[in-house]
């Protein structure tokens, strides 16, 4: 990330020093498993779903979270069933991902061609502390990673859901067996 990033903090019309912001952490000396790098996608392993992030650089991620604060990572899966609005953040991973697992996984990567890295990043800072649009079906937390990435918004989660499983069902997952 050359020179001085600027973006938007939680507070709408507030601008934020991303690499001030991101430089902070490099006297703790965060660490990740797999070391993932700016740009890369995060998928969390939340119970009965996945949720997905795009990493920034220095332990931080960009994602969308429903617009409530203060419920557990968890439980926004149920919360994001009835959703039509998200918050896009960043945050720690570490925060995002709390007591689950992640993995990097750009699985698109053959079929779309990642845009540059610096243009990632840019996409990425001008939407953060942006409300957006959310569906689960047609614009969630992994069409919005892809679309920072590719350019392109894209969800297998939603393709496999389309296969035998209906809304019912899919309710009750999310409420009863996480």
Known sequence: MPGYQTGHSSEPGTCVCLKHRMAFNDCFSLSYPGN??????IEVFRPCYQHWALYLGDGYVINIAPLEDGISPSFTSAKSLFSRK????MQLLKDV?????????NKYDDTYPPLPVEEVI???EFVIGQEVEYDILVNNCEH???LL?????VSEQVVALGRGTTFPSLLYKFIFLW
Not at 86 to 89: I, R, S
Not at 97 to 105: A, H, L, Q, S
Request: no cysteine.
């Open 36 to 41: 993932p790098q700016p740009g890369d996608l």
């Open 86 to 89: 998200a918050l896009v953040k």
């Open 97 to 105: 991902v709390g007591k689950d697992t992640y993995r990097i996984n």
């Open 122 to 124: 840019q996409r990425s």
């Open 144 to 146: 919005f990673v892809t």
């Open 149 to 153: 990435r590719y350019g392109e918004g």
